[in-house]
């Protein structure tokens, strides 16, 4: 079952890692996923196990496979000090029975 739209009335872009090394990072082109965003400050533990504060939680359905590092445009359109960029912390996947729907929910710096 999919959860109607009501559910994620948010659009956010994410663009994924492509390659990391030596040279730096670089991402994939933006892709756009239908959210739901909170902006709230949650203390998570990042890839390295320390303890980290999330400014933004992200919900998106569990195929669109974002991982730890992606970067996410939460609030896109919304102009200059709404609109921002931030790198997922960490990924919490809930992997429902029906009638729920699975779902990630992305930390962000």
């Known amino acids: 079952m999919?959860?109607?739209a009501f559910f994620s009335p948010h659009t956010v872009r994410v663009r994924d890692i492509a390659s990391s090394g030596g040279?730096?990072?670089t991402y994939t082109a933006p892709r756009e996923l239908a959210a739901e965003v909170?902006?709230?400050?949650?203390l998570v533990r990042d890839r390295d196990a320390r303890e980290v504060v999330s400014s933004t939680q992200v919900t998106v359905a569990l195929d669109a496979r974002v991982t730890p590092g992606a970067l996410v445009t939460v609030w896109p359109g919304e102009?200059?000090?709404v609109e921002r960029e931030a790198?997922?912390?960490t990924?919490?996947?809930h992997v429902e029975r029906p009638p729920l729907e699975s779902h990630l929910v992305?930390?962000?710096e």
């Not at 909170?38 to 949650?42: M, S």
């Open 2 to 4: 999919k959860w109607p």
């Open 23 to 25: 040279m730096g990072t």
């Open 38 to 42: 909170k902006d709230e400050q949650t």
């Open 79 to 81: 102009g200059a000090g």
């Open 87 to 89: 790198t997922v912390i």
């Open 91 to 93: 990924v919490a996947r």
């Open 106 to 108: 992305l930390f962000l």
